[in-house]
């Protein structure tokens, strides 16, 4: 898990945890090799390396695994409240294609939370230009559970 940011406080160290928790057992993010880099209440940046497993038959990453380390983030930077909270639906559009080699990083920010729904956006990035592969927003749900690290 990566370090906290000096004097962050009580709401980063429940965004820590309950991170924690929730990726203890993703087996999908262990699949694909999905790092965390960041994480703080409301946000999280999560990498991936595009392997030759995860290409299509163009040579390009295929979209769906892009989408997939996008959800990561986003399923992490919603669930840094203390509640658990899953995916109401989300959308997303893809600019520019990930290649074998690629590390991809997906950066997830809350726009806004009200009630037991939220707002947020991922941004895909290819680290060794900066360039932006694809836009992600995603809806989320509070289910009214605690995390159980909470």
């Known amino acids: 898990m990566p370090e906290a940011p000096a004097g962050a406080g009580?709401?980063?160290?429940?965004a820590e945890r309950c991170t924690h928790e929730m990726l203890?057992?993703?087996a999908s993010?262990?699949?694909l090799d999905i790092e965390?880099?960041?994480?703080?209440?409301?946000?999280?940046?999560?990498a991936m390396t595009v392997r030759g497993d995860m290409?299509?038959?163009?040579?390009?990453?295929?979209?769906?695994?892009?989408?997939?380390?996008?959800?990561?983030?986003?399923?992490?930077a919603c669930n840094t409240h203390g509640e658990v909270t899953v995916a109401a639906g989300f959308d997303v559009s893809?600019?520019?294609s990930g290649r074998l080699g690629d590390r991809l990083v997906a950066d997830a920010r809350e726009v806004a939370r009200r009630?037991?729904?939220?707002?947020?956006?991922v941004t895909v990035t290819r680290s060794a230009d900066e360039a932006v592969l694809a836009e992600f927003r995603g809806r989320s749900r509070a289910t009214g559970r605690p995390n159980p690290a909470a």
């Open 24 to 26: 203890s057992g993703d």
């Open 10 to 14: 009580d709401a980063q160290a429940l």
């Open 55 to 76: 290409v299509n038959g163009w040579g390009l990453c295929q979209g769906g695994l892009v989408s997939t380390l996008a959800d990561s983030a986003f399923a992490v």
């Open 94 to 96: 893809f600019l520019e």
């Open 115 to 121: 009630g037991r729904s939220g707002i947020y956006d």
């Open 36 to 46: 965390l880099l960041l994480v703080s209440p409301g946000r999280a940046r999560l």
């Open 29 to 31: 993010r262990r699949l």
